[in-house]
């Protein structure tokens, strides 16, 4: 089956980083993808990877590592608007989303 | 514009009522999808159009009916719903399928099945 883990809940300090930790079993792999969701709305997209590596977007930076079937979402210099939820998701070679349950990110001043 | 426009926001419906959540996009996105989302759960998928063709239907009961009037549209009918199928339901569109093509979702619409 295809299944894709992501931590329940963490939480982290303003100011401070947090990495979010995703690890994932495919049909294939045709990229992974970091949404953030705040409660109550739409997902937003983040980032894509597609190739080992690490693609930096600001504040935010993902990591692939392809043979270990593992991504990371970091985010640095949290400030109290990152409080959300951080999904993971990996395009399967039938070009399906399969999407992990999402990691609670909270923030404390 | 850049984005996916849904209503209404918010729908209260009777288990035998008709409704229908309607969904919008100008940014010539080629695919289109509904997903059903609940409390503290990933988004689920439901349908893809693909050049306005379904493409993906994953075992949606047939109370919930989806329809491509045309390439910026994209509607879900609701007909004798279940309580149980309170939920947020997502429209989303991308470029196309497959590969890099990022989901562009919309707001919204929250339903609730009394």
């Known amino acids: 089956g295809q299944n894709i883990d992501q931590p329940t809940e963490m939480t982290a300090t303003e100011g401070a980083i947090v990495q979010i930790n995703c690890t994932y079993q495919t049909s294939g792999f045709n990229g992974l993808f970091w949404y953030q969701q705040h409660a109550g709305e739409a997902p937003t997209f983040l980032s894509y990877?597609?190739l080992d590596g690490l693609e930096e977007k600001g504040r935010f930076s993902s990591f692939l590592s392809r043979s270990k079937g593992y991504s990371y979402l970091l985010l640095k210099e949290l400030q109290m608007k990152d409080s959300a939820s951080y999904l993971c998701a990996v395009m399967d070679s039938n070009y399906q989303l399969i999407w992990g349950a999402g990691t609670k990110l909270i923030i404390k001043p | 514009d850049t984005e996916v426009t849904q209503t209404p926001k918010h729908l209260v419906m009777g288990m035998t009522n008709k409704k229908s959540l309607k969904c919008e996009q100008h940014m010539g996105h080629r695919a289109m999808y509904w997903y059903k989302q609940k409390a503290k759960k990933p988004p689920e998928l439901m349908f893809v159009?693909?050049?306005?063709?379904?493409?993906i239907n994953e075992s949606v009961p047939s109370r919930f009916s989806p329809e491509c009037p045309n390439s910026s549209l994209l509607n879900l009918h609701l007909h004798a719903l279940q309580p149980e199928d309170s939920a947020l339901y997502l429209c989303?569109?991308?470029?196309?399928?497959?590969?890099?093509?990022?989901?562009?979702f919309g707001a919204g619409s929250r339903l609730t099945v009394l």
């Open positions: 990877n597609v």
């Open positions: 989303a569109s991308s470029q196309d399928r497959g590969g890099a093509n990022v989901l562009t």
């Open positions: 159009y693909s050049y306005e063709k379904l493409s």
